[in-house]
């Protein structure tokens, strides 16, 4: 009973760690760049931002679990077509349902939104190791999608505040959209690559002691 329990503890702890990752030290965008034309053209705003953020997370789980079904059933070179058309037909439904229940957000997003169905952030998870448990492939792509979300809020919100000046600088910032929103991920990665350094330090420490 207790080996159990430890086994299931050793097993939770492993899934938090796999999700925890996703967001901080495997962030998709900022180490790969996942998902950065969404970042830059999806963050005008808090509410294009969160509903970007729902779709995403939509597609993406669906796609895993269905692409992970499918397993060693598709040949290699066919499993990206295979889960573009798949992210595609998932697509369709589902934005035409969310356009009906909210017209403007969805307009917001314009082709952004439409090209969710093509971005890397989703089909870069598709087709996980074959030997890795659906429970394992579902948290580690969520906590992917939820490190975009980081990204993309934290972007939206640096917009906002640039906004709150935008009467000063004679509409500098929103001229210049996609380079400041560059900068911004720029910085963010920096701060990232910064604590990530900080960490690897700090263990070697620990293992010398």
Known sequence: ?????????????????????????Q???????????????????????W??????????????VLCWLAGRKIAVWLRLPFAFLLTAALYLPL?????????????????CGVLVAADSLILMRAFAPEKRPLSMVLIE???????FAVVLFAVSGIWNILEGVEKATAGAFRHA?????????????????????????????????
């Open 1 to 25: 009973m207790q080996k159990k329990y430890s086994l299931a503890v050793r097993s939770a702890k492993k899934r938090g760690r796999a999700f925890v990752s996703g967001i901080f030290s």
């Open 27 to 49: 962030n998709p965008v900022l180490i790969g760049g996942a998902g950065l034309y969404m970042v830059l053209s999806g963050s005008t705003s808090l509410t294009s931002s």
């Open 51 to 64: 509903f970007l953020f729902v779709l995403v997370v939509a597609l993406t789980v669906p796609v895993c």
């Open 95 to 111: 934005y035409a349902h969310m356009r009906q229940l909210y017209p403007q957000s969805m307009q917001e997003l314009g082709l």
């Open 141 to 147: 792509a969520l906590g992917g999608a939820v490190g």
């Open 177 to 209: 959209r996609i380079a400041v929103g560059l900068i911004i991920v720029a910085l963010l990665a920096a701060l990232w690559q910064y604590g990530t350094n900080r960490r690897k330090r700090k263990k070697r420490r620990e293992i010398l002691r």
